[in-house]
């Protein structure tokens, strides 16, 4: 797996933090963690920008965390023209990160509310794409 | 009152839908109208800037295109962006140039072509200005990452969306008068609160419309500038600053810190304070975007913006006058050519030459162009003597 099989549409497919796409085909969302000053980055990344000869270690987000703010979009970029509209929110996670992904659309868009619980959860979005969606 | 680097004369093209001309074609109606005002030969200029956002236009590297055309090889030219505050960008690096003795006059040209583009491609290129590994997947696009700020200060603040649509009227009522403007319909506020829904909570006339357009900035130094005129118009301070590009990165989803840190370097620089702005330009991409900016910019308190507007202080008339011509909202936003329009409207302010929108002895004004969602700032205060 690499990028290419990341979310509805995409523009790259080569990183180094390509476990990322690894860990979310098992079902957990990750970020990673500097070992040597303890910065916690998501998105992930493989370098940290302080400690140049760090090792980074990966942490799963699992949450729930609680929403920060969110917008439902009626007019999505091209790609997105059958799954919109679409809600996308941005959430703040007790494991030390904020992350953005679409909202469910299980939830009712009128319950949504700003600091409402919500975790992450992955999901197949075809035989070969995979994204991940805040639920409650 | 510093007298280091002045603007000697400052253009623009109408900012329409089809423009049904070239980039380079556009470009030179920008310069034409601000070099005929000072007639200034080409090879006079030391060197020229070129700013827009790539992917509009096909033309690779066309910073040599726009200098061809405007007669200025062999003079040095480059291309500099930093998408929607690339005239800015250009203008502080003109500065620069021309601050550190190496040139005397310096030529920032800003455009974009934006109808070269359908609105669903214009979209997507624009969602690009986010991180595309990690946030174009989800379909972010300009409108919604303001949008989230918008909610964000809504929930905060309680600013409300009648705030937001008061804007919209204000700019609008200025864009009326406005004939280079791209929308020059006044709305009023049930037009505004009726109109159809965007991105949650921002509507159709939240959002500033694409447009084709081209502006032109002529800067030089002290001792040039009084050869071609007796209004030079001078740079006082001039502040920039960067956010994360990635929206999750940052500490701050209800203001721009970007905005923040540009705005003390400027007025540091140019030892002035915000009580001290006579009329300002600043960046409304979406009306949410103006309230952020009273705000960021020291005009109101934080999470008072709103009622700024409620106040209409930023009415010609006002306390703080703000986008007397329109803004971005009703002028429209031809991304790499907005910097220097703005810039544009503050010398004929400060020049005392905008007629039924002139604001009444404006001495100090302040230009604040931002890039993508917040991600690049520039604030720069211009005075007169
Ligand atoms: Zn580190």
Redesign the pocket.
Known sequence: MDFGNFGVVNFTKEAKSVAFVDYLSEGKLMGTE?K??G?KYFPPRMD?A??FD?EVEWFEIKGPGKLVTYTTVNFGPSGFEEVQPYTLGIVDFPEGVRVLAKISKKIDPTSIKAGMELRPVPQQLSEEKLTYEFEN | MKKEVAVIAAGQTPFIRSCGMSIRELCFEAYKDAAKSINIDPKDVDASIIASAPEYDKQRTPAALVSEYLGFPPSPTFYLETVCSSGTTGIRVGYALIKSGLHDIVVMVGFQKMSELDSRTAAQVMGRGDDTIFSSPFGTTMPGGHALYAQAHMDAYGTTEEQLAKIRVKNSFYGSQNELANYKKRLDLEACLNADMVCTPLKKFDCCANCDGASAVILASADVAKKYTDKPIWIQGVGMATSELNWSSRASLTNFDSVRNAAKAAYEMAGVGPEDINVAEVHDCFTVSEILAYEDLGFAKTGEGGKLIDEEATYHTGRIPVNVDGGLLSKGHPIGGTGGSQVRTIVKQLRGECGETQVENAKIGLVHNVGGVGTYANVIIFGRE
């Open positions: 500097c040597k000053c910065k940290c302080k400690c760090s």
